[in-house]
């Protein structure tokens, strides 16, 4: 079964200090999808990076990058320059590409990350 | 107005009420979803719908019934909900409904069943 996991109930990080919030998966699919949202307290999700299991490099967006490490099943979300505005949720999500069921968002519970000025 | 818009905001409701949760997409896309989000569990997928056509419905009680009129609009109706319905209910859209989609929330609808 898939599944996705976030080991970190809770984060705190400096300002202007880089943090590294965790995320495991487990599918016995091929081809996957893996996504990063954020969830600040108004309660809207924002998409923030993605990463295709067949992706060379590791994704980058701006200050987030994925440590994409496949053969751990690992995607890792990297935050440089910590800012006060990156407190929030942060969830972790997979994705299967093969059509059917698998193309649902298994998403995991989360990582509340405080950055402290 | 931008992106995906929800309301209301909050809701309160009794176990006999009727009440219908909306959800406004402005970008254009083919694809919307609700989710509920409870405390200390995964994001749940109730219903999604590409270009107004249910296509997935992931074994959501009667109780919660979906109505997308066209591809800018989503409903959820509510009828006769259990406490443990209180969640945050949360609208989705997607240019199409694609694998590797990035999906654009609104702030959702915080429900609390009385």
């Known amino acids: 079964a898939q599944k996705i996991t976030q080991t970190q109930p809770g984060m705190f990080v400096q300002e202007k200090e880089a943090v590294t919030l965790d995320c495991t998966y487990d599918t016995s699919d091929p081809s996957y999808g893996l996504f990063w949202y954020k969830q600040p307290s108004s309660g809207e999700m924002i998409f923030l990076i993605y990463?295709?299991?067949?992706d060379q490099q590791n994704a980058t967006e701006g200050r987030y990058s994925l440590n994409f490490q496949k053969a751990r099943k690992s995607a890792n979300l990297v935050i440089s320059a910590s800012q006060l505005g990156d407190s929030a949720m942060y969830f972790c999500?997979?994705?299967?590409?093969?059509?059917?069921?698998?193309?649902?968002?298994?998403w995991g519970l989360g990582t509340s990350l405080a950055v402290n000025p | 107005e931008t992106g995906v818009t929800q309301t209301p905001r909050h809701l309160v409701m009794g176990m006999t009420n009727k009440k219908s949760l909306k959800c406004e997409q402005h970008?254009?896309?083919?694809?919307m979803y609700w989710y509920k989000q409870s405390a200390k569990k995964p994001l749940e997928l109730m219903f999604v719908y590409s270009l107004e056509e249910r296509v997935e419905n992931n074994s959501v009680p009667s109780r919660f019934s979906p109505e997308c009129p066209n591809s800018s609009h989503l409903f959820l109706h509510l009828h006769t909900l259990q406490p443990e319905d209180s969640a945050l209910y949360l609208c989705?859209?997607?240019?199409?409904?694609?694998?590797?989609?990035?999906?654009?929330f609104g702030s959702g609808t915080q429900l609390s069943v009385l």
């Open positions: 999500a997979m994705r299967g590409t093969n059509g059917g069921n698998n193309r649902k968002l298994i």
């Open positions: 970008l254009g896309h083919n694809a």
């Open positions: 989705a859209s997607s240019p199409t409904f694609s694998t590797n989609e990035k999906l654009f």
């Open positions: 990463q295709g299991s067949y």
